[in-house]
């Protein structure tokens, strides 16, 4: 599975960014997608998860409230919308796959497929 995401960029705090990560290679609803961030000297964090069929949703304590994941099996894309932004949420994010949801969120072992990092800056 290959992973193209779109989106981030600068924005202020307080602002919104979204993000899209468009999945090819393989049959989309069997694979559960997520978003974690991650910056050379700061730590991996998981984010969100989206099982395949979209019913079964996980968003992190630590961004629960502000983030949002979506995902549309029509157009074998998913989404990371991001409100609130702080400039603690600066760091470069990544969707992610892997056939097992149990598993995307990282506790056990990392997804299997990563798209490319997006950076998100945001200012104060």
């Known amino acids: 599975v290959q992973l193209q995401a779109s989106g981030g960029g600068l924005v202020q705090a307080g602002g919104s960014l979204g993000f899209s990560c468009a999945a090819s290679?393989?049959?989309?609803?069997?694979?559960?997608l997520g978003w974690f961030r991650h910056t050379p000297g700061k730590e991996r964090e998981f984010l969100a998860r989206?099982?395949?069929?979209?019913?079964?949703?996980h968003v992190a304590d630590s961004v629960k409230g502000r983030f949002t994941i979506s995902r549309d099996n029509a157009k074998n894309t998913v989404y990371l919308q991001m409100n609130s932004l702080q400039p603690e949420d600066t760091d470069v994010y990544y969707c992610v796959a892997d056939q097992s949801y149990s598993t995307l969120s990282g506790t056990t072992r990392l997804p299997r497929y990563w798209g490319q990092g997006t950076l998100v800056t945001v200012s104060s």
């Open positions: 290679g393989g049959t989309f609803s069997n694979y559960a």
């Open positions: 989206i099982s395949g069929s979209g019913g079964l949703i």
